[in-house]
């Protein structure tokens, strides 16, 4: 079966400063049209920051879409052409304050295939050392760190909900375990 839809024709909603709303009218592997909403976002980067005893650096920061404070790794958006380990550095340092020696892709997931096209470069950070973090001036975060099992834990609890950051933990914990080779 051909599972293609193709664009009949493509309706800017939105564009604002994270994201841009398109709707599209495609038409159907079978002949029918249908609409679809689709999210355009740049993409971004997401960090797991593991350090020599194992344990993860985490970020705490309130969600306004939530309504809630969240827990995850650090992450953001990519910059209007710039490289995902690039964005990657400089949300570890800006974040955290952390520079890492060794920063290494691992995986790249869209986040919400069915109405957006945003891809999260996750990159493991080892041989850290720890700096003054430099976070947007609209940002309030706090670092802290946290073993993988406690995290494994928190997860199981309903306590973080935060999807790359439920990836980037069972990524640390593949790296751990050794099931994952980088340069721990």
């Known amino acids: 079966m051909d599972y293609i839809e193709k ?10 400063n994270i994201i841009d709303l398109e709707l599209l009218t495609v038409t159907l592997p ?5 609409t679809r909403d689709i999210v355009r976002h740049p993409g971004a980067s997401a960090v797991v920051a593991l ?11 309130f969600r306004k879409p939530l309504e809630a404070v969240s827990l995850e790794i650090p992450a953001g958006k ?26 290494q ?3 790249s997931v869209h986040s919400t295939p069915g109405f957006s096209d945003e891809v999260l ?29 406690r995290l494994l834990e928190m997860i ?20 751990i375990s ?3 080779s980088i340069d721990y």
């Open 121 to 149: 470069h996750i990159y493991a950070a080892t041989h850290l050392q720890e700096g003054d973090s430099c976070a947007d001036a609209d940002e309030f975060i706090t670092t802290e760190k946290y073993s993988v099992s």
């Open 51 to 61: 350090n020599g005893k194992g344990e993860l650096y985490m970020v705490r920061q």
């Open 30 to 34: 079978d002949g029918r049209q249908a």
């Open 156 to 175: 199981l609890e309903g306590k973080i909900t935060d999807a790359k950051t439920i990836i980037g933990v069972f990524l640390a914990d593949r790296i």
């Open 105 to 107: 892709h691992v995986v």
């Open 178 to 180: 050794g099931k994952i």
């Open 78 to 103: 990519l910059d209007q052409g710039e490289d995902p380990l690039e964005c990657a550095r400089r949300e570890l340092k800006e974040e955290t304050g952390l520079s890492a020696e060794k920063l």
């Open 7 to 16: 664009t009949v024709s493509k309706k800017s909603i939105y564009n604002g």
